[in-house]
């Protein structure tokens, strides 16, 4: 089991910058893939990017060049900054694990932090 708590979301204006944390609550070496995803009022759940234990990284193309995320596994905390940012960037983020048992795939969410940013 892994818990996981999302951080540091809150009101921005639009151009403005915010860095997201996700804390698990044990050693993250052995989680596969990590990643942000953001829920906007009236719209579906939607990937934002994600991170490999190996330190890839892949981004939706609406916030390419402006986010990055990161993870320090010594800190077992994932980052997104998140730079320049839209009104239409306004969602609860969400943080998300991906662990993988054997022939088994377990998703672990955390239970979002709000960002707003006002234009």
């Known amino acids: 089991q892994v818990q996981l708590e999302e951080s540091g979301g809150g009101l921005v204006q639009a151009g403005g910058s915010l860095r997201l944390s996700c804390a698990a609550s044990?050693?993250?070496?052995?989680?596969?893939?990590m990643g942000w995803y953001r829920q906007a009022p009236g719209k579906q759940r939607e990937l934002v990017a994600t991170v490999t234990r190996g330190g890839s990284t892949n981004y939706a193309d609406s916030v390419k060049g402006r986010f990055i995320i990161s993870r320090d596994n010594a800190k077992n905390t994932m980052y997104l900054q998140m730079n320049s940012l839209k009104s239409e960037d306004t969602a609860v983020y969400y943080c998300?694990?991906?662990?993988?048992?054997?022939?088994?795939?377990?998703?672990?969410w955390g239970k979002g932090t709000l960002v707003t940013v006002s234009s």
């Open positions: 044990r050693n993250i070496f052995n989680i596969n893939v």
């Open positions: 998300k694990a991906v662990e993988l048992r054997g022939v088994s795939v377990i998703d672990y």
